[in-house]
């Protein structure tokens, strides 16, 4: 079963400032099968990038993804007041979903 | 518009069940499969499992996959997630949500808290 770790676990920065989260996987994985989602607080998770680049229908290009193997990044530059919440990144592959732990991302 | 409607709060006892609705809307609700995650308060999202809308065809989580049934409706564009045998861990905020045209979840429910106490 592939484990997903993402860090930090909290990371403490200004509008305006640069954002690198990690999320790093147990075993190699496809490009394909990773995923970046945004939550804040009382609302349910929304799309932030799939295929681990690719950005979701209307998220704004302050947002990228990279990554491959056992690494991917969510960079946020530039951090707009909207932009401080909880991200999760996530695998699906063989019928199987996992997530990782979660990234707060505070002012 | 997409949109995946849940069904509302639930207040249960240990040992009962709990069955949570999620309601599809704006799309071919055959086309894509639903997927149940669940979020303890304080804690991360956890995969429960998905269903096939088309086939009916489930997958579940090693964890849970002995007390949970995923089943749709597909006059009703309705999925359902029964939870049995419910304890106090089980209290979390149930969503659904919508697998997009690859390995990710484009549309979600709004949630639906389920509180488990004696």
Known sequence: ?107 | QVQLVQSGTEVKKPGASVKVSCKASGYNFASNAIHWVRQAPGHGLEWMGWIHTGNGNTRYSQKVQDRVTISRDRVASTVYMELSRLRSEDTAVYYCMREGLGYYFDFWGQGTLVTVSS
């Not at chain 1, 909207?82 to 732990?101: I, L």
Request: proline residues 7%.
């Open chain 1, 1 to 107: 079963e592939i484990v997903l770790t993402q860090s930090p676990g909290t990371l403490s920065l200004s509008p305006g400032e640069r954002a690198t989260l990690s999320c790093r996987a147990s075993q190699a994985v496809s490009s394909p099968y990773v995923a970046w989602s945004q939550q804040k607080p009382g609302q349910p998770p929304r799309l932030v990038i799939f295929a681990a680049s690719r950005r979701a229908t209307g998220i704004p290009d302050r947002f990228s993804g990279s990554g491959s193997g056992t690494d991917f990044t969510l960079t946020i530059t530039r951090l707009d007041p909207e932009d401080f919440a909880v991200y999760h990144c996530h695998h699906y592959a063989g019928s199987r979903v996992t997530f990782g732990g979660g990234t707060k991302v505070e002012i």
